[in-house]
């Protein structure tokens, strides 16, 4: 096939480069071919039995690790892209369900916009073309013939959204018009991560049309707030909420607010966004409407979204050595029942016990799987459901039988500590006994998660004092006013960018780097 013959942001292989480059095309440019520098790394997958890389010895590859080994994604066959497995599926289905009910609640309406977007599209907001035109994936033919025009494989849909809104709205009447999709989108990153950072991933994005900008603000401020309550009280992961700086905004918006979260290797995570995109799109799409007064107004716009890297960043923030740590409301499996015998006689009421217990534990409304397979040993089966974060394990022997009891084990405190004995399995006493435990699980990954970001942020008054912090890998916290080349030169200089100017802010000084008066906090830390 020639050249002519491969669509933009195909892979082909360069005899020259011994690796693989992409056919992109730039806006304002003829398609080029670019190798694809440290594109994906796909360590060799571990046998079944071998345990993960501990966290302190090396926590990216202890980070794929717990992916491959609890199932919860493997690599796809085209570069950047994964699968996501039925255990880290159901995850974010959790963090799906809990979304779906709050977007409703708070008067938004779900739909679908098309995947296939006409380039044009893209070029009519100046700055959204320039900061997506690098990841962008483009086709280029179709039905075997060359397109008129080139397709963008769906990045975000501002630009789509804003074309099908110009249709709808024409009056004050129309507005406000709340929107969201549950989609997949593409953006072709050079560098990719599991959850973190993909090829495709999947995501939802609400897009909102307002009469004011008052009314475009609280929309972004509430949506921001939507997100925070999210990650604190479901996934019990403490973040920061903040405004981003202007380098760092989204693509198209005048103001973008943001939720950045610790990961456990203490570098950052933009782990929500909600986007104040002003007029902008409404002025390039032409999307106005009659005002009370009879004149005709551009609307005012907001879009926000939370992906499946939401997952990623659960993992990161409270798993161990052992494995995965879910918190109890996002658990697929909040309770796993491990039956134990060692004589034949034994195992018949030991298995008529578990299957009683996991009747009353399920019709309790937890969710609950008891593992009957006999081929693999009950140190194994703890070990393997430890791995995969199941907040509770219960243990049933011949003697807890025989006291009509059972052990409980929590997944958070490890060995004997975290066990009880002779927990009775009437279910007055065992269903009480497990959902205390499970909230209490719940306050605690949210209580460690919190001491250990707090402990890693340093307040600096200085950037030698910034550079020493960030070098360190701890989060620095500091007055600030410069300007976008001296935000710049710090990323050029440490690593480190602007994670938000966060909404609780501390007294500001003087600014770290200009030595002048400054307004406002930010805090500095490497990021995914």
Known sequence: ??????????????????????????????????????????????????????????????????????????????????????????????????????????????????QLIPYSFIEKETSHVEGFSPE??????????????????????????????????????????????????????????????????????????????????????RMIEVYRTFAVEQAAMPVIVGRKSRLERFAGAICTYTIEAMMGDRRALQAGTSHNLGQNFARAFETQFTDVNGDLQHIWQTSWGMSTRMVGGIIMTHGDDKGL?????????????????KKGDEQEAVLQAAHKVESLVRAAGIRVKLDTFDQRTPGWKFNHWELKGVPIRIEIGPKDVANNSVVVARRDVPGKAGKEFGIFMDRSVLIDHLRAKLDDIQSSLLAR???????????????????????????????????????????????????????????????IFTNKTAHEVAIFAKSY
């Open 449 to 511: 998660a919190t001491e250990f970001r707090d402990s890693n942020i340093v307040d600096v008054n200085s950037y030698e004092e910034l550079k020493a912090v960030i070098a360190e890998g701890k989060w620095a916290r500091g007055p600030w006013c410069g300007s976008d080349d001296n935000e710049t030169t710090v990323k050029e200089e440490t690593g480190a960018t602007i994670r938000c100017f966060p909404f609780d802010q501390p007294e500001a000084k003087t600014c």
């Open 325 to 341: 740590m879910l918190p109890p409301k996002l658990a697929p499996i909040q309770v796993v029942i491990v039956p134990i015998w």
């Open 1 to 114: 096939m020639g050249a002519r013959g491969i669509a933009a942001g195909a892979l082909i292989w360069s005899s020259r480069k011994r690796c693989f480059c992409s056919i992109h095309a730039n806006a304002g440019s003829n398609a080029s071919a670019t190798a694809v520098e440290d594109a994906e790394i796909r360590p060799a997958k571990k046998p079944v039995d071998e345990a993960v890389t501990p966290r302190s010895q090396d926590f990216s590859r202890w980070y794929l690790d717990v992916i491959d080994a609890a199932e919860l994604a493997d690599y796809g066959p085209v570069r950047g892209t994964m699968v996501i497995r039925p255990y880290g599926y159901a995850i974010w289905e959790f963090v799906q369900s809990w979304l779906d009910a709050k977007f409703k609640e708070t008067g938004h309406s779900n739909m679908y916009f098309p």
């Open 136 to 221: 962008l994936a483009l086709v280029t033919i179709g039905g075997g013939k060359e397109l008129e025009e080139k397709l963008v494989v769906r990045p975000t849909s501002e630009t789509m959204v804003n074309h099908m809104f110009a249709q709808w709205i024409r009056s004050h009447r129309d507005l406000p018009l709340l929107v969201n999709q549950w989609a997949n989108v593409t953006r072709w990153e050079r560098r990719t991560k599991p959850f973190i950072r993909t090829l495709e991933f999947l995501w939802q994005e609400g897009h909102t049309a307002h009469a004011t900008a008052q009314e475009a603000e609280e929309e972004a401020l």
